[in-house]
């Protein structure tokens, strides 16, 4: 069946760096989109930033120029590289798959149907 491990949260001060990465596995292709999520109690799931299998990235306003989602096809791995990091980013964020077909993929977590357990990131 289908893993999404999370790993590479943490606790860091404003200004500092995280990465994160999703191992994947229980499939021989790589998936149509991948994407990180992130939440805080009593909000809504927030989409941070999704890749297709091409390459194609959206990321959402709050991370742009701070944030870079990559991927590598040969270790079914995603990554989430975050930069300038803010308290305002102080969330679980959580690795997300769609393998089934689709023209483009957006930052919806409808549009995904496996996730991660989710990794801790603490920013002060």
């Known amino acids: 069946h289908v893993q999404l491990v999370e790993s590479g949260g943490g606790s860091v001060q404003a200004t500092g760096s995280l990465r994160l990465s999703c191992a994947a596995s229980?499939?021989?292709?790589?998936?149509?989109?991948m994407g990180w999520f992130r939440q805080t109690p009593g909000k809504e799931r927030e989409g941070v930033a999704v890749?297709?299998?091409?390459?194609?990235?959206s990321y959402a306003d709050s991370v742009k120029g701070r944030f870079t989602i990559s991927k590598d096809n040969a270790k079914f791995t995603l990554y989430l590289q975050m930069n300038s990091l803010k308290p305002d980013d102080t969330a679980m964020y959580y690795c997300?798959?769609?393998?089934?077909?689709?023209?483009?993929?957006?930052?919806?977590?409808?549009?995904?149907?496996?996730w991660g357990q989710g990794t801790q990131v603490t920013v002060s």
């Open positions: 997300a798959a769609r393998w089934m077909w689709s023209d483009s993929c957006h930052r919806i977590q409808e549009d995904f149907g496996y």
């Open positions: 229980g499939k021989t292709n790589t998936p149509r989109c």
């Open positions: 890749i297709d299998s091409a390459g194609r990235t």
